[in-house]
């Protein structure tokens, strides 16, 4: 064995000597030999064997007494990220916890980390927890990223930075969550060092020189506190430090000082016995020192929510300098400093305490998901990270966080981007691969969203697929604003129709100067508000049209007589009839089909009179149509539009295709189009990724029910996922 390697595994032999099982260090060795193998080769970047790294990782873990799962797992940690190990392999060797530990911790490792706002960070940290399961595999992750801290002088500047960053902003606050105050302070000064070199420096010097100083001033309280404690006759021991250079660093900024000014840097521990003499001695204290108002803390009675239980109360020393003081059990002190980790040191000395009942893990078992069922032996192993049971987080293709409901399908994620995105959804890919509308989405999964202005937005299976509110909410809306543009189609072609009957025509009504005066007629804001109420039959057209028609009568009288100005017609083009499309009131005017949706021959249609170019025909569910339609300066610029049965007639229109590459695919799209007798106009394929293709088509079709044929038929070719019909890039 290398004598790097054997140096490292001597430091953890030593330390698992005395909690762990004689059987268990032989598994351990185990694992020590299969990941050395697995690494061979591997160097750190420090040159040293890969292989020191997961040992140093199980000894981090080692110190805080965790059991020899989590070592072994410490050990493997890397294998299936690193080497070829796969998960099976660990099942057999070493089992299926220990798998599942490696499996998790590589999961970790794999999400991809970039710095965002305090939101996004918090959904970050929510996701490791939530992705974790097994609480354990945080603690190996949060270890694995102690030992990369405290090796990271080997790194790049850049790499230094960026994982600084994350440690600071996603590993500390996790750590600190867990109780984990010892490697969080760490984690933390660790980062700053890398953050802000010339502050760290600065700061840490500064201690230095004034080291004599503060040690005077440590020893001198340290010892005035032990015998004021024994004289009472208080059993317990007092420590003496100096806070940890972070949180001096952020005093120094929150409180806008320089280091000279921050007094606050002396920090005591007393520990002692029991709960009572915690009391017993902060009346020492208070006696030997003057406390400061409002300084003094109860965490004993109401411990903060990560479990952290102690005395806290700062007084001012002789010479002026505050000071603060924690007292607390050695009990409490365990979990001050491991957190979530003592739970299985304190489980070593007390096999036969029922964990259930102790108060102290009260807050651990908040963490468990119908804890009450499971048994204090089977809580032990598998504590399990179920705070976010209710939730998933997963990623855009951007790398944001996206917090869903459990049990959320991408159609949940399409909406919480954007009712848009939701109502334009063609596909969605997770994870790379193109997955059905309902899969259940999970942590982690990197979820991207395929959408086509020409979809036809959502379907009403959607509303039972979805599981947030929100989605469902933005669904039902966009099935009413459609209804509501049926509506206004159908009650615009009946009050035209009954307009024409009394002999008016639209743009009369339309005028500027009349429209206004009209709709308060009628009592509506807008002509489409009475569209809608008449296609919604809330109101007869022939109701509209009698009310409008005295009302324009009175106008009319009125008006000056040489002002009634006639609207200019569209350029009549000869021939409208070879267009085959019947424009209403129109007879003999330039069509043209409109390139966003390639209405073909039986498509429900409408017309639009575009300036100067006569008629552009669109299908009624064509979303530009749709979209204009709310337009208020574009009013009466629609007209009814209808095919000509006598005029039958070819046109062009467009296809999307979502197919996975094979050989020849192209050559079997093209033989359904040519066996369909159907002509194939234009063809360009777009790559995207995992081997997908979109492909867009123009094939000229005569009627609707031709077209349907072709989507059918192109469906059934191995490879194609998906056939939309698109607005034709050319035509
Ligand atoms: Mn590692």
Redesign the pocket.
């Known amino acids: 064995m290398d004598k790097q390697v054997q140096e490292c595994w001597t430091a953890l032999e030593e330390r698992v000597q005395g909690y762990i099982a004689a059987a268990d260090r032989e598994r351990l060795h185990e694992a020590l030999l299969f990941a050395e193998e697995a690494h061979r080769g591997q160097k750190r970047r420090d040159g040293s064997p890969f292989v020191t790294?997961?040992i140093a990782?199980a000894e981090i873990l080692a110190e805080m007494c965790m059991d020899a799962e989590t070592l072994i797992a410490a050990l493997l940690?890397?294998c299936i990220e690193d080497t070829g190990v796969t998960h099976e392999e660990i099942v057999k060797r070493f089992g299926i916890t220990v798998a599942e530990l490696v499996e998790g911790v590589t999961k970790l490792?794999r999400v991809q980390y970039t710095s965002k706002e305090e939101e996004q960070m918090e959904n970050l940290r929510k996701m490791f927890l939530a992705m974790a399961k097994d609480i354990r595999v945080i603690i190996i992750k949060i270890a694995?990223r102690l030992?990369?801290m405290r090796t990271m002088n080997h790194q790049r500047e850049e790499k230094q930075r960026m994982k600084s960053l994350e440690t600071m902003e996603i590993y500390a606050p996790i750590a600190h969550r867990l109780g984990m105050q010892k490697i969080k302070w760490e984690l933390e000064d660790r980062s700053l060092e890398y953050l802000d070199p010339y502050g760290y420096k600065e700061l840490s010097d500064s201690l230095e020189r004034n080291k004599a100083v503060h040690g005077e001033i440590l020893d001198r309280v340290r010892t005035a506190l032990e015998n004021g404690m024994r004289e009472a006759g208080i059993h317990g021991e007092v420590f003496s430090r100096l806070k940890h250079i972070y949180s001096i660093y952020r005093k120094v900024f929150e409180q806008h000082k320089t280091f000279g000014e921050v007094y606050d840097i002396y920090a005591f521990r007393v520990i002692v016995d029991s709960v009572q003499d915690c009391y017993n001695a902060l009346g020492v204290i208070h006696d030997l020192y003057k406390p400061v108002l409002g300084r003094l803390k109860d965490y004993i009675a109401v411990p903060k929510p990560n479990g952290y239980q102690s005395l806290h109360t700062t007084v001012v020393g002789r010479e002026g300098i505050p000071f603060e003081v924690q007292i607390r059990t050695q009990e409490m002190h365990q979990m001050a400093e491991y957190g979530v980790a003592a739970h299985w040191k304190y489980k070593q000395g007390m096999a036969d305490v029922k964990l259930g009942t102790e108060k102290n893990f009260e807050w651990v078992r908040r963490l468990l998901e119908n804890q009450q069922d499971t048994d204090p032996e089977e809580f032990v192993r598998t504590l399990k990270v179920d705070m976010f049971a209710d939730e998933v987080f997963v990623f855009t293709p951007k790398g944001d966080v996206i917090n869903l409901p459990a049990h959320s399908t991408p159609i949940d994620f399409a909406y919480s981007i954007h009712s848009e995105v939701g109502n334009t959804m063609t596909a969605a890919r997770v994870n790379g691969h193109i997955v059905p509308f309902s899969s259940e989405l999970k942590n982690g999964d990197v979820v991207e969203v395929l959408s086509s202005k020409a979809a036809h937005g959502p379907s009403r299976d959607w509303m039972k697929i979805a599981r947030s509110n929100e989605a469902r909410t933005k669904i039902r809306q966009w099935f009413k604003r459609e209804r509501r543009e049926e509506n206004i189609i159908h009650g615009r072609a009946s009050f035209e129709a009954e307009l024409r009957r009394n002999g008016i025509s639209l743009s009369e009504i339309t005028a500027e100067d009349v429209l206004p005066a009209i709709l308060k007629k009628v009592s509506f804001n807008t002509l489409d508000d009475m569209y809608a109420a008449i296609g919604y039959g809330g109101l007869t057209s022939q109701k509209a049209v009698n009310r409008i028609k005295d009302e324009l009568m009175r106008i009319n009288k009125l008006r000056p007589q040489t002002g009634k100005k006639k609207p200019a017609d569209p350029p009549k083009a000869a021939g409208g009839s070879t267009t085959g499309i019947v424009v209403e009131g129109l007879d003999n005017c330039l069509v043209k089909f409109a390139r966003c949706c390639t209405p073909v021959p039986g498509d429900a249609i409408i017309g639009f009179i575009t300036k100067g170019y006569g008629v552009s025909v669109h299908r009624t569910d064509c979303p530009n149509a749709t979209a204009a339609w709310k337009k208020d300066h574009d009013k009466g610029r629609w007209v009814g539009v209808s095919w000509r049965m006598d005029a039958p007639m070819t046109l062009s229109t467009g296809l999307e295709l979502y197919v996975s590459d094979r050989d020849s695919l192209v050559m079997d799209i093209t033989t359904v189009l040519s066996t369909l007798k159907t002509r194939l106009t234009a063809l360009a394929t777009h790559k995207l990724p995992e081997g997908r293709y979109s492909i867009t088509l123009s094939v000229e079709v005569d009627s609707l029910q031709k077209l349907n044929q072709v989507l059918a038929r192109l469906q059934q070719v191995p490879g194609v996922l998906r056939v939309n019909r698109v607005g034709a890039r050319t035509a």
Request: net charge negative.
């Open positions: 790294h997961p990782v940690h890397d490792t694995d030992h990369n």
